[in-house]
């Protein structure tokens, strides 16, 4: 899967075995936010991919 690095500026390829799914929850004055994402580790950097219900739900990688 492709994720941006933001440090190199520059797209990066991450074997799909490397990958974890992760959903995070956070409570605003209107309510709860869910936002999905994609997380991953290259050179020592974390990287997020944030992505829609329907691509988490059909993703088979590891909840994190």
């Known amino acids: ?3 941006y690095n933001l440090k190199t500026r ?4 991450v074997p799909e075995s490397e990958i974890k799914k ?15 994402a994609f997380t991953a580790e ?3 950097g974390k990287l997020f991919k944030f992505v829609s219900e329907a691509v988490y739900k059909a993703s088979a990688a590891k909840e994190g």
Not at 10 to 13: Q, T
Request: proline fraction near 0%; aromatic fraction near 8%; avoid cysteine.
């Open 1 to 3: 899967m492709q994720f």
């Open 10 to 13: 520059s797209h990066v390829e």
């Open 22 to 36: 992760v959903k995070m929850t956070r409570t605003t004055k209107s309510g709860e936010q869910i936002r999905y």
């Open 42 to 44: 290259h050179d020592g």
